[in-house]
C-alpha cells in the first residue's frame, strides 16, 4: 500500500517505533500490540484484523531478541487523516490481475449483467453491495452499485447509460464508496500490501471507503492499475480497544 492522500491537507506525519515482530514489506498497516508480549507495535494482525491501527509503514524493521544485534525501529506515517491506497487484486497473493465479467446476453434495461461461461459466478463469494464498472463496450468508464447477485447474474441498483450489449467487459469488486455497510471492510493480501477482489463484501478490516478508481483505458490497464482508497476505523487513540 501507499500514501493516498490527506483528508485535511499538509504533508506526512512520520514517527519512529520500537517493533515487537519483524516488518519484511514496507507499506502494511501497522497496529498497536494488543497482544502479549507487547514489547513493540507489529505488522496487521493477520490479513483482517487491524485493531488498533496506528498508520502505514514506509521501510522496514527486523526484530531479534539476540544481544549484539541492532534494535528493531520503523518509520509509519501516523497522520490520522491518512487514505490509504491499495492495488485491487483477484487473490491472496499480491500481482495478481483481477477477474473479468463478460456480458453474454443483450440487455436493454441497462442494469443486469450476464457471465459468460467461465466467468466467477457474481454470489460465490458474494459480492453484492460492491461496485459493478464497465471497462469494454458502450458504457466504458461508467460504474454503479452492485445491489443483487446470483449464479449467473449480477444487477445494478441504476441503469448505465447505455444498453449492455453481448461482449461488454465489466469488473465486480466488493467495496462501494461511502457505503453505510456491507461493501465497507477490505481484506488484503497475505502480505498486507493489496486489496483483494476474491473476497465476499463485508469481510476484512472495518474502514470507510473514499474511492474505487479503475483505469479505464483499457481491459488490460483496468486489470492491473486499478486502485481502493480506504481508510481504517480503528484508530489508535481514538478508543482503543
Do not use: H
Given at each position: 500500500m501507499k500514501v493516498g492522500w490527506f483528508l485535511f491537507g499538509g504533508?506526512?506525519?512520520?514517527?519512529?517505533?520500537?517493533?515487537?515482530?519483524?516488518?519484511?514489506?514496507?507499506?502494511?498497516?501497522?497496529v498497536?500490540?494488543?497482544?502479549?508480549?507487547?514489547?513493540?507495535?507489529?505488522?496487521?494482525?493477520?490479513?483482517?484484523?487491524?485493531?488498533?491501527?496506528?498508520?502505514l509503514t514506509i521501510d522496514t524493521g527486523t526484530y531479534s531478541e539476540t544481544q549484539g544485534d541492532t534494535e528493531?525501529?520503523?518509520?509509519?506515517?501516523?497522520?490520522?487523516?491518512?487514505?490509504?491506497?491499495?492495488?485491487?487484486?483477484?487473490?491472496?497473493?499480491?500481482?495478481?490481475?483481477?477477474?473479468?465479467?463478460?456480458?453474454?446476453?443483450?440487455?436493454?434495461?441497462g442494469t443486469t449483467v450476464t457471465i459468460t461461461t467461465g466467468d466467477p459466478a457474481p454470489n460465490s463469494p458474494d459480492l453484492a453491495q460492491g461496485t459493478i464498472a464497465c471497462i469494454s463496450g458502450a458504457n466504458k468508464g461508467q460504474s454503479r452499485k452492485f445491489?443483487?447477485?446470483?449464479?449467473?447474474?449480477?444487477?445494478?441498483?441504476?441503469?448505465?447509460?447505455n444498453d449492455?450489449?453481448?461482449?461488454?467487459?465489466?469488473?465486480?469488486?466488493?467495496?462501494?464508496?461511502?457505503?453505510?455497510?456491507?461493501?465497507?471492510?477490505?481484506?488484503?493480501?497475505?502480505?498486507?500490501?493489496?486489496?483483494?477482489?476474491?473476497?465476499a463484501a463485508g469481510t476484512g478490516i472495518p474502514s470507510e471507503i473514499w474511492e474505487t478508481k479503475f483505469d479505464f483505458s483499457d481491459v488490460s490497464s483496468a486489470r492491473r492499475e486499478s486502485y481502493l482508497y480506504f481508510s481504517p476505523n480503528d484508530i489508535v487513540g481514538f478508543g482503543n480497544t
Open positions: 504533508a506526512a506525519l512520520p514517527m519512529k517505533f520500537k517493533i515487537g515482530a519483524t516488518f519484511s514489506s514496507a507499506g502494511v498497516p501497522a498497536q500490540a494488543w497482544t502479549s508480549p507487547d514489547n513493540g507495535i507489529r505488522p496487521m494482525q493477520g490479513a483482517v484484523l487491524a485493531t488498533d491501527y496506528i498508520g528493531g525501529v520503523i518509520t509509519v506515517v501516523i497522520s490520522p487523516d491518512v487514505v490509504l491506497k491499495a492495488r485491487m487484486c483477484n487473490s491472496a497473493t499480491s500481482g495478481t490481475q483481477l477477474v473479468t465479467t463478460t456480458n453474454s446476453v443483450a440487455e436493454t434495461a445491489i443483487t447477485s446470483a449464479a449467473t447474474t449480477a444487477a445494478a441498483t441504476s441503469p448505465f447509460t449492455i450489449a453481448s461482449g461488454d467487459v465489466f469488473l465486480i469488486v466488493p467495496w462501494f464508496v461511502m457505503s453505510n455497510g456491507g461493501s465497507d471492510n477490505v481484506q488484503v493480501t497475505t502480505d498486507l500490501t493489496e486489496a483483494r477482489q476474491d473476497i
